[in-house]
């Protein structure tokens, strides 16, 4: 199996153009996941009975196969980008709901009790405390769904969009190897990158982690 | 004044925290609720700031239904400094302590110097207004939890056992500091602790409490010791009831002569006055002086310890007023215990 480094050459444009709307996709998919997340996971974290009912959902659709997912929309958004991001969203659910309740968990009783009794209200209980206690958690879900998102965009293929997937089609069409290697290369360079940028995101947002004493 | 009237705490388990509390607590002193876990003071604490309602009953802090205001509102109008402080491990120490001010809409530079301010007094450094929770030791966690509580200027304190899980070296150092600041600053603080040295220490009045939340007593240090009103508080409050009377009366009331001449013994003095140390022919036993303030149970330790049974007075400065003798402690300390002995 050889490179073919003159087609590389010739489609860096084309290359760059797939690398980027993968990582859209991908990075949509994480950012809906988070604004679905965030509430659901206060109700379940403050009502206890519709937390297995709602973790429960999340798990039960990240079951469904992701071909299967997209099929099941192309009658609502039809082959369009939107169907990508929302088949990838329902996958980020089952670990961004879950981390963000257990981040929610993690916040010691103590802690909101004192700002309870200082005068902080529910609403600023859970913006300035809560949620930047449980960060550290939260952040692990957001890696984990971010890397699988880049990982999975290429299913969308299928429906004709896929970033960076539409090179293993190519490939494989026309039993020509460089496009697929520079593919995988260029998904696994997507997933490192992105992960790096979030582990100094939350370096950025959790000062107090920073120094142990 | 905190004012407690026929007050009821029922939780919904069926358990009475507290029954049937009247209770009153005078403005700029140290109430301090005291009793064995369970005994429903820590409900008590929490209901002031409604952190806990009440079942049936009402409570008035500063003549107002504390019920008839709003919860966030009256909360931020009362200090709270809870076991292990309590602090916001996110937020830095100044910004911990800027807590109230800020949620009271001060504007963070005002709040931020405000809690500048409040490191000085309750003794931090400027430095240690930069760090996080978890890089302070136990103590200096504690004394944050107190500058956050003091930082709006609230005219009442409630303190949870707030000194329960430092070391008992570090706990006198803070309770030394919570009266130093007391006389400062005149609030009316509600104390809670199981420990009934730390009662008698820091409380202008003590509220003792039994299980099943019922008051038993409530009155002063000295008033207590001398005349328990029965067999539970005479047993909580111990053996050395006597001794730890002796820890409230001072010196000042012992009277004093000159140190003795010519004896075996004499009473050696520097240049400015100071003694130094009890000294015979062949011995030198050092000397600690003691001043009007120190407590009678010190002089009676001092004068078992003094080989003349004297003990060294001296002011302020620490020069010699002049002697009391053991036959002197004596004699008041036994007022003191006749006192607690009628009582039982």
Known sequence: MTIDWSWIGDHTDDLTTLTVSHLQAALSAVFFGVLISLPLAVVAHRIRPLRGFLLGVSNILFTIPSIAIFVLLLPISGLTRTTTVIGLTVYTLVVLLRNTVEGLDSVPAKTKEAAKAMGTRPLRTLLTVEFPLALPVIMAGVRIATVMSISLVSVATYIGDGGLGQLFTDGFQRDFPTPVIAGVVLTILLAVVADAALVALQYVLTPWKRRRA | ?344
């Open chain 2, 1 to 344: 004044m905190i004012q407690f009237d026929a007050v009821h705490k029922r939780f919904p388990n069926g358990t009475t925290a507290v029954h049937d509390l009247s209770l009153e607590i005078p403005e700029g002193g140290v109430t301090v609720l005291v009793g064995s876990s369970g005994c429903g003071k820590t409900t008590t604490l929490r209901m002031i700031n409604r952190m806990v309602e009440p079942t049936s009953g009402t409570i008035e802090v500063g003549g107002k239904d504390i019920t008839r205001q709003d919860a966030a509102e009256l909360r931020r109008s009362i200090g709270y400094v809870i076991q292990q402080a309590g602090l916001f491990p996110h937020r830095t120490v100044l910004d911990n302590i800027a807590t109230v001010p800020l949620l009271l809409g001060h504007g963070r530079r005002k709040a931020r110097s405000r809690a500048a301010e409040l490191l000085e007094t309750v003794g931090l450094t400027a430095e240690a207004g930069k760090r996080y929770p978890h890089q302070l030791s136990g103590g200096q966690q504690q004394r944050v939890g107190v500058a956050r509580a003091l930082a709006a200027d609230p005219p009442v304190l409630l303190m949870d056992e707030p000194f329960g899980a430092v070391d008992p070296v570090v706990r006198t150092q803070l309770q030394d500091e919570l009266l130093r600041l007391q006389k400062e600053l005149n609030k009316t603080i509600v104390f809670v602790t199981h420990d009934v040295d730390e009662a008698v220490r820091l409380g202008d009045q003590i509220a003792i409490f039994r299980t099943g939340g019922h008051l038993v007593q409530c009155a002063s240090p000295a008033e207590l010791l001398a005349r328990p009103a029965d067999d539970f508080v005479a047993d909580f409050l111990g053996a050395e009831r006597g001794l730890k009377l002796l820890s409230l009366r001072t010196l000042a009331e012992v009277p004093q002569g000159p140190a003795p001449e010519g004896g075996t013994w004499s009473l050696v003095l520097d240049a400015a006055h100071k003694p130094l140390h009890w000294a015979s022919p062949d011995a030198e036993i050092p000397v600690r002086p003691l001043t009007d303030n120190d407590s009678l149970l010190s002089a009676l330790n001092e004068s078992i310890a003094s080989p003349t049974g004297l003990i060294a007075r001296v002011d302020a400065a620490g020069v010699l007023t002049g002697v009391s003798s053991r036959d002197d402690i004596h004699t008041h300390a036994g007022q003191a215990h006749s006192e607690a002995r009628v009582a039982a």
